[in-house]
């Protein structure tokens, strides 16, 4: 059965504390592994989607990389804005729909 | 650019009674819709996906339902609700299988 298991469940940061969130996967051959953000009260806001190990992606002090088994949303420099839950998904080869996520990171980011 | 709708946004319900959450999307043809529920404590869990009208594909049994009577247009149905139907209820869409896109939800709380 695929799995996705997210770590730390909270993290606190100081403004400008880099950190990084993990994601840890197994899937039956990755089509794609997808991070989201979510505010408290909305819909997830979709950020990336990475494909293959080796792969990155960035979105302004965001940055995702993949390898075999885990994933990791890097945090630059962060702002009280970056405060949100994040969540990992991963979608299975084979021609399902399914987008199979974890519980989700809850990041704080103090001013 | 393409939009998604829900409504409604927030639902008190008495168990026994009847359940109808309606979504909507704009500004794409064909797409995959998906029907989400968001516990807490838990990962989003996928409920019902549609690729196309009429077709509806159920991931989990429970007492509830799905419909797709047009095109942009995605219904998700209860006779009779449950207290372990409370939740946070997201619909999604896509249009090439892989990211998805996430409208703003619908508190259910049933009583």
């Known amino acids: 059965e695929d799995q996705v298991t997210q770590s730390p469940e909270a993290l606190r940061l100081q403004e400008g504390e880099s950190s990084s969130l993990n994601c840890s996967y197994t899937v039956s051959g990755l089509r794609g592994l997808f991070w989201y953000r979510q505010d408290p009260g909305k819909g997830p806001e979709f950020l990336f989607t990475l494909y293959s190990a080796g792969e990155e992606k960035e979105k302004e002090r965001l940055k995702a990389t993949l390898t075999k088994k885990e994933s990791f949303l890097h945090i630059t420099a962060p702002k009280p804005e970056d405060s949100a839950t994040y969540l990992c998904a991963v979608q299975a080869q084979g021609g399902s729909e399914k987008l199979v996520f974890g519980k989700g990171t809850k990041l704080t980011v103090n001013p | ?111």
């Open chain 2, 1 to 111: 650019s393409q939009t998604i709708h829900q409504w409604p946004a927030t639902l008190v319900q008495p168990v026994g009674s009847p359940l109808s959450l309606e979504c909507t999307v704009e500004g794409t043809s064909n797409p995959n819709l998906y029907w989400y529920r968001q516990a807490a404590g838990r990962g989003l869990q996928l409920l019902f996906y549609s690729v196309g009208i009429g077709q509806i594909s159920s991931e989990v049994p429970q007492n509830l339902s799905a419909s797709r009577p047009q095109d942009r247009q995605f219904i998700l149905s209860s006779k009779k609700l449950l207290l372990s139907d409370s939740g946070f209820y997201l619909c999604a869409w896509s249009d090439n299988r892989r990211e998805q896109y996430f409208g703003p939800g619908t508190r259910l709380t049933v009583t």
